[in-house]
């Protein structure tokens, strides 16, 4: 099962690495890596607005999975299956809030 840990620790680790220079305005508009819409991406100010916002809700999701990859790891009786289960769970549920929210803070940025 340690190779579980890895797996999800090492991709909330990825979306902290990732989140980071988004939220630093680092990431100039491009067609590979951020929030990447047709709205962010004809407007530089609606880009490092957005992508900022996005930011922050991907470093959190990356803190959230890795949290629950190293407890759960140590929760006693835990299966791989279940493991595997709940680690997939919140990192589904993280990246569709993630979606959620940036669309609506984009929709919010938009008036």
């Keep these: 099962m340690v190779d579980l840990l890895y797996?999800?620790?090492g991709i909330g680790a990825?979306?902290?690495?990732?989140?980071?220079?988004?939220?630093k305005r680092l990431v100039v508009p491009n067609r590979w890596y951020?929030?990447?819409?047709?709205?962010?991406?004809k407007d530089p100010h609606v880009w490092y607005e957005a992508n900022a916002y996005a930011g922050k809700w991907l470093l959190w999701l990356g803190v959230v999975l890795m949290a629950v990859a190293v407890v759960l790891y140590w929760v006693p009786g835990v299966s791989?299956?279940?493991?595997?289960?709940?680690?997939?769970?919140?990192?589904?549920?993280?990246?569709?809030v993630n979606l959620i929210q940036s669309f609506r803070f984009l929709?919010?940025?938009?008036?």
């Design 7 to 9: 797996l999800y620790a």
């Design 34 to 41: 951020g929030f990447r819409v047709a709205q962010t991406l």
């Design 14 to 23: 990825l979306f902290v690495v990732l989140a980071v220079p988004l939220m």
């Design 80 to 96: 791989p299956r279940e493991y595997k289960t709940i680690c997939t769970g919140v990192l589904m549920v993280g990246i569709v």
């Design 107 to 111: 929709g919010a940025l938009r008036k």
